[in-house]
């Protein structure tokens, strides 16, 4: 948990014995590829810090998955929206990899923080990054081509390309699989 614990620290400028508190609240949890983290319909009540693995966060359109977001190492994941508004998760968050996450429930979140103030802290960076986040997605999804999303994620991640299928990669970029194989003929 040491990896973890550092990068608690450097992500929220606490110190190692603030994250060694904050991480042992969580429990370790081992998930099976296409095991669901969290299903459609029911709240979420809990969040996930990835230490190994891949997930997908996705919606349901006629049938068909939307891929919102992917979740990996040293990320938080969660269906936040239902976290903080204690309403069904309209969407199902499922493991594309065996993965180990660390798991805290909202009642355990919620005794931390009232007992530790710098959780406050962290809450308000979380939201501002979430924010931040959701901001440029939407506005790479409205002004920039498929090619720059793409080149993008790319970018930020580089092991994606080959941990994700061609397929879920298409529907993050809101493309079709073909217009991957395009982008990647023409990057290579």
């Known amino acids: 948990m040491q990896d973890i614990s550092s990068h608690i620290c450097q992500a929220f400028g606490i110190s190692i ?54 979740a990996y190492e040293n990320s938080f994941v969660s269906d ?26 909202r009642q355990q979140l919620e005794t931390l923080g009232r007992t530790h103030s710098f959780i406050e802290g962290m809450s308000r960076k979380t939201n501002e990054y979430l924010f931040l986040k959701m901001h440029d997605r939407l506005r790479s999804m409205m002004m920039d081509t498929a090619a720059e999303r793409y080149i993008r994620l790319i970018k930020e991640r580089p092991d994606l390309a080959n941990r994700i299928p061609q397929y879920l990669l298409a529907s993050y970029l809101n493309v079709q699989p073909e217009t991957v194989s395009r982008i990647r003929s023409k990057i290579a």
């Open 80 to 105: 936040y929206y239902s976290f903080v508004t204690h309403t069904p998760s309209v969407k199902d968050i499922i493991c594309l990899e065996n993965t180990v996450v660390y798991i805290i429930d």
């Open 17 to 70: 014995q603030d994250a060694n508190v904050f991480l042992a609240a969580f429990k370790m949890t081992e998930l099976k590829k296409n095991e669901v983290f969290i299903s459609e319909g029911k709240i979420c009540n809990k969040i996930g810090l990835i230490k190994k693995g891949l997930m997908k966060c996705v919606f349901k359109k006629d049938g068909k998955d939307v891929i919102f977001e992917f």
